[in-house]
């Protein structure tokens, strides 16, 4: 199914700067009127609630005003099409939603939970790590909540601030016993949240909220899952590899476009989950490139790209030419007027890219 | 659209005493717990205040004439509860608290309707008389009054005799595996000894398809289902037999088949899980309910308040038993909280509550079964808040000696010892007598000792279960680790435990 898949960046209608769109009304319209296979983000992440919803009796959409479609519309049509009891309200309290998930799935539901925004995940915290991710190992496999399902949006919006804005995934990266999955397009969405709904494990599923409405592509409509833990090369190259996630591979996607111009030749590789990772596609690309440059939104310190670094320093030591290049978001709760310098642009990407080769 | 505004209970004068139907009230100092009224009516809480009975949206009122300003003008707001005999107390209600406001002019809000006062009045932070504590049984095993409780009255030997035979294995269990860690056999353990009531009452009083999020010091419940004193030694040495695979500290127990969902150290986590059980077992039509414990302490974690209102609004069949043993490690209750314990809360929350005895285990008993049956057959929340006392230590880490005096701690143990209270019960309903007692110790002591011996030789957990089950399936990161850690293993032999087979 995967390789059937228009490649990232063919299909996307990219928008260079990084704004939120305003015009969803518009927007929304738009897709209407297509045909039905073109679909943004949250379109595509609502019909795999539908589809998590029509084909499990068992599985529960709740989370803070979910009911009425959500503050960024993903649940949109789910509480009238299946009842108040499998899609509803709870009260404004991460612990809780997340507590109650874990109860839920605990008696062999799917708990599917939302969390408005990434950034007030922390409140959950304790449940995630200690709970969730804990609950079947403690057990001995008596019991487990591998039916839960946390999403969350994520990322940069332009406007955000520090509270609208943030990456935490590296937080939860530490944490064995979940797993963390982040989709960079429609298609990619939809597939994966179906696998996080399915898989036996409880997942963290951040959504990044930049492209809800600004990514659009061709969305298969029929019920489909993408593997998990399993990277992908969406762009094949011979100089460097390029390795990040979600929201940030787009602009990774535009420095390797200028960095052709310049006769550089860029490989980019979609993690998709984070942990556990695909170690083994990473490591196979930099033995042949020779060079690694990993992108994340998050604060550069502590983020999930020194995990990479490490790893691929640990297996292709011999192999690289040039240090591995870190460009990621600065050591500075995330900034309001000072987003564009936060940031890890294009260009500043295109310049590591360049000097990397160079060294 | 039934309204659930609640107005905080504390400012409540209830001076009227002729109009409440709990009979017999005696102060009975608790000791760190201050003074504490008992009462021999299994009416809930709830009962302080008028609802009209019958009637889905009540007028909620509360009883007695003194309080100062207008109280139907501060307290005129709608409540829902479907009220559990208060029928009495509503005929006896001054009129002038059962009119509306003359002006009758209300703030219709999101919310539902206020009323509006002219008075300024701040609602009060103390309570004039705390609320006071059901009990069934006195210190010396007396009914307090002739109660006609059903639950009491269909108690059968059979189960009340069985009821203390687990309290006294309870008890025992604590003494031997306790005395098992100070032996360095086993590296942890904490005693429930003080709570046995609690523990075996609340079990006996609940069903086997009532799901269970424990705390740490419920083990009675898993005695009463039929967890082995076997299994329990298993777990407290972390050996091949233990249902944990001997990944948590001794006394973390949990059973799948008995429905005992695995203990886990932080606090309170377990509350929230607890209402997305209940909401399972809701969405299932289940004749069954959730039931999570918990202690004074917890009340102060978020997770407690996040779990009263997701199961208050949720309307989910749960019970929340606190036992409330004036203890959290150290932290004497007055330096926990400043409400009137923890019974108060729940109101706060639109959730019916009771304050029992928890050292009587007929109350316990008959409330538990009374707010099972509310909790399945109304699908509500319960609380239940069981005042007890903490006799041991707070685990084997902690010599609470050092905060505490000791007469307090033996007062509790000797005078209010709950076994004790029920087993003059007992032999005064000619259930039991000192050749039964015998017969019961010499046998558990026997098991107990024998449950150590065979449990001590039992092998440890394979080192495959280190990495199994951290994920449904083994991934590749820990694949790579397995095999990495049996090389060094291969190496370095000496420097792992020689009882983990390989």
Known sequence: MATALQRFGRSFILISKRQFSNSSTSCEKKIAQQSGKSLNLYSAINQALHIALETDPRAYVFGEDVSFGGVFRCTTGLADRFGKNRVFNTPLCEQGIVGFGIGL????????????????????????????????????NQFNCGGLTIRAPYGAVGHGGHYHSQSPEA???????????????????????????????????????????????????????????????????????????????????????????????????DLKTLIPWDKETVEASVKKTGRLLISHEAPVTGGFGAEISASIVERCFLRLEAPITRICGLDTPFPLVFEPFYMPTKNKILDAIKSTVNY | ?????????????????????????????????????????????????????????????????????????????????????????????????????????????????????????????????????????????????????????????????????????????????????????????????????????SAAALSIDDLILPQYREPGILLWRGFTLKEFADQLFGNQADHGKGRQMPVHYGSNKLNYITISSPIATQLPQAVGVAYSLKMDRKDACAVTYFGDGTTSEGDFHAALNFAAVMEVPIIFICRNNGWAISTPTEEQFRSDGIVVKGPAYGMRSIRVDGNDALAVYAAVHTARRMAISEQRPVLIEALTYRVGHHSTSDDSTKYRPVDEIEYWKKSRNP??????????????????????????????????????????????????DVYANLPSNLHEQEKLLRETIKEHPQDYPSDVPM
Not at chain 1, 192 to 218: G, Q, T
Not at chain 2, 119 to 146: A, H, Q, W
């Open chain 1, 105 to 140: 799935a605990a008696m062999g539901n799917r708990a599917i939970a939302e969390i408005q925004f990434a950034d007030y995940i922390y409140p959950a915290f304790d449940q995630i790590v200690n709970e969730a991710a804990k609950f079947r190992y403690r057990s001995g």
């Open chain 1, 171 to 269: 937080f939860f990266c530490h944490v064995p016993g979940i797993k963390v999955v982040v989709p960079r397009s429609p298609q990619q969405a939809k597939g994966l949240l179906l696998s996080c709904i399915r898989d036996p494990n409880p997942v963290v599923f951040f959504e990044p909220k930049w492209l809800y409405r600004l990514a659009v592509e061709e969305v298969p409509e029929h019920d489909y899952m993408l593997p998990l833990s399993e990277a992908e090369v969406i762009r094949e190259g011979s100089d460097i590899t390029l390795v990040g996630w979600g929201a940030q591979l787009s602009i990774m996607e535009q420095a390797c476009l200028d960095a052709e111009k310049s006769g550089i030749s860029c490989e980019l590789i």
């Open chain 2, 1 to 201: 659209m039934l309204v659930r505004t609640m107005t905080i209970l504390l400012s409540i004068r209830l001076s009227s005493r002729k109009i409440i139907t709990h009979q017999n009230f005696q102060s009975k100092s608790l000791g760190f717990l201050g003074l504490v009224n008992h009462n021999s009516s299994v009416s809930s809480y709830s009962s302080l205040f008028h609802c009209k009975a019958g009637s889905s949206s009540s007028t909620f009122m509360p009883i007695g004439e003194s309080y100062p300003h207008k109280p139907h003008a501060l307290l005129g707001t709608l409540y829902s509860f479907l009220h559990y005999k208060s029928t009495e107390a509503q005929n006896q209600l001054e009129p002038q608290y059962t009119h509306e406001d003359k002006d009758d002019q209300a703030n219709d809000f999101p919310g539902g309707k206020v009323s509006f006062t002219s008075e300024m009045t701040f609602i009060s932070e103390t309570p004039v008389k705390r609320v006071p504590c059901f009990r069934v049984l006195d210190d010396n095993g007396d009914p307090i009054t002739y109660s006609n409780y059903e639950q009491i009255q269909q108690l059968s030997k059979e189960v009340a005799v069985k009821m203390y035979n687990n309290m006294v294995t309870l008890q025992m269990m604590d003494t031997v595996f306790y005395e098992a860690q100070r032996q360095g056999r086993i590296s942890f353990y904490i005693t429930t000894m003080g709570e046995e009531a609690i523990n075996i009452a």
């Open chain 2, 419 to 468: 076994v004790n209270r029920f087993r003059r019960w007992v032999e005064k309903n000619g259930w039991w007598n000192d050749e039964d007692e015998l017969e019961l110790r010499n046998s558990v002591k026997k098991q107990l000792l024998q449950a150590i011996q065979v449990a001590e030789r039992i092998p440890k957990p394979p080192l495959a279960d280190l990495f199994s």
